[in-house]
């Protein structure tokens, strides 16, 4: 009702559901939300290679990590980041995870509970004993996260989780959107007495709209169907269910469910631009994902329908055609040694081979440490903040940093929050960029932690507030510098 575009992707298929809640206001929520659930849509398959958790719990790191190559070509993007929960099926297991304050709910046997964790600064001080259930609704640091996929944290800790599943139990996926409106009692009543998925969520988000929605609200609602592997119908037209809104899902699949988003798809007029390439581009996405049935809901579906968020969709079209192009050549490669000659390979091929792959690896190796010494970042030495040059990794026994200046700013005096990030090492765009961050630093080490449960100084941004340097989780106002200090975390 108040946001000027919708943050909120989600995906639901046979096997996989995922909602994101993009933040970083104007600069990019929508596409850190909208490229992390296209990175993961190719899940939506019924057997994978490893255990079905771990596949999905490094799709999820792989998704954070192409959130932090954007920013890094799109330093507009700097300090946008998403929540992630997602569920996908194998068998009669359901593997889970989550990060964030998106929600997933499940109603089995009769039970209704919430399975997700909420990822917020309430939260914490709730498992702390330090903050009652019904205190936390009204607390000025309610929205405050403390965990989220961006360009924040190169590994962010996911909660995981496998659950067996039964025909007929329901899962409700959500952005937060739906529970600042909703409480769980009246969540549960509508899940339990209202059996058509596609009324379900539209009374969810029709009650959420009617409450005010001082957010983006998206829903997803899963149902358990017991399908025999041998009864799943073919990908045709006639095997398909239409369903509101243009996708189809097959008349029998072992997860039969229905998506919604709360606002609608406009775009912001900083996403769009011409570009002939777009439409094309588009059009891959487009053409990749017909190949499954699916429904696909918010800033995901406006890049994908419209090419109208274009950084993600052409990152997503090059990743969409490498996988093609991939596949493809596989049965081709089976015919070659039936082309191969019956010859015998000369004997200086196996050591010309070999020489030639060493000097590649030498030239590779040079080039990647010439690169690291054009990195900085803000970290600690001698128990100072200091600024390094190069990277935080280290190549066996190589350090590929060294510190180009110890300020005099003890890393203790900082607050928790601060402290942490400067322990774990703050990225810097060039030397400038660091020096701004220490700067900024040096002034939180002058005021003094903050007092967790005190109200933030800062002007709160509809929406809540976030920890890092990311910004508001759907905000219509700009997003904050990555390296702007603030009280117990950054605004959501």
């Avoid at 498992?127 to 259930?133: A, I, K, T, V």
């Avoid at 009204?138 to 965990?147: A, I, Q």
């Amino acid at each position: 009702m108040v946001r000027l575009k919708n943050d909120d992707s989600a995906y639901v298929g046979r096997y996989l559901a995922v909602v994101a809640d993009g933040m970083g206001g104007h600069a990019g929520g929508n596409v850190a939300s909208a490229s992390t659930v296209l990175d993961l849509v190719h899940l939506d398959r019924g057997t994978y290679d490893d255990e079905p958790l771990t596949v999905l719990a490094d799709e999820i790191q792989a998704a954070n990590s192409l959130l932090s190559e954007l920013v890094t070509t799109s330093p507009q993007l700097s300090g946008m980041g998403t929540t992630v929960t997602a569920l996908l099926l194998n068998g009669n297991r359901f593997a889970f995870a989550h990060i964030g304050d998106s929600r997933a709910y499940r109603l089995k046997n009769g039970v209704f509970e919430q399975v997700s964790i909420d990822h917020t600064f309430v939260q914490r001080l709730i498992d702390e004993g330090r903050l009652r259930p019904d205190e936390a609704e009204v607390h000025p640091h309610k929205n405050v996260l403390m965990r989220v996929l961006g360009d924040v944290d190169a590994s962010p800790e996911l909660d995981l989780a496998t659950f067996e599943v039964e025909p007929g139990e329901k899962w409700l996926l959500c952005s937060d959107g739906l529970t600042a409106v909703l409480r769980d009692s009246d969540i549960e009543t509508v899940l339990r007495e209202t059996p058509d998925l596609q009324r379900c969520v539209d009374i969810l988000v029709e009650l959420t709209l009617a409450g005010g929605s001082p957010d983006n609200v998206t829903v997803a609602v899963i149902e358990i169907d017991e399908v025999p592997d041998d009864s799943l119908p073919a990908e045709t037209p006639s095997s398909r269910i239409p369903l509101p809104g243009g996708p189809v899902l097959p008349a029998a699949s072992p997860a039969a469910a229905t998506a919604t988003a709360g606002n609608d798809n406009t775009a912001n007029p900083s996403d769009t631009g011409p570009n002939d390439d777009e439409p094309i581009r588009a059009d891959l996405i487009r053409q990749d994902l017909s190949s499954r049935p699916h429904i696909l809901v918010g800033a995901a579906s406006l890049a994908t329908e419209t090419g109208q968020i274009p950084i993600v969709t052409k990152r997503t079209a090059e990743r969409r055609a490498a996988r093609l192009l991939t596949h493809k050549a596989a049965p081709e490669s089976e015919a070659a040694p039936e082309q191969e000659s019956p010859k015998k390979r000369r004997r200086w091929l196996v050591p010309a081979a070999l020489a030639l792959i060493a000097v590649l690896l030498a030239a590779v190796l040079w080039v990647g440490y010439t690169w690291t010494q054009t990195r900085y970042y803000v970290g600690s030495s001698d128990n100072n903040v200091a600024i390094y040059n190069g990277v935080s990794q280290s190549l066996g026994p190589i350090r590929l940093s060294t510190v180009t200046e110890r300020t005099e700013i003890p890393v203790d005096s900082l607050p928790e929050y601060q402290r942490n990030r400067v322990q774990g090492t703050i990225p810097a765009k060039d030397l400038l960029h660091a020096e701004q961050i220490v700067e900024d630093l040096r002034g939180t080490a002058q005021s003094g932690a903050c007092d967790p449960a005190a109200p933030a100084t800062t002007a709160p941004v509809a929406g809540g507030a976030a920890p890092a340097p990311s910004a508001s989780a759907s905000p219509s106002a700009s997003a904050q510098p990555p390296a702007s200090p603030v009280n117990c975390g950054g605004q959501k």
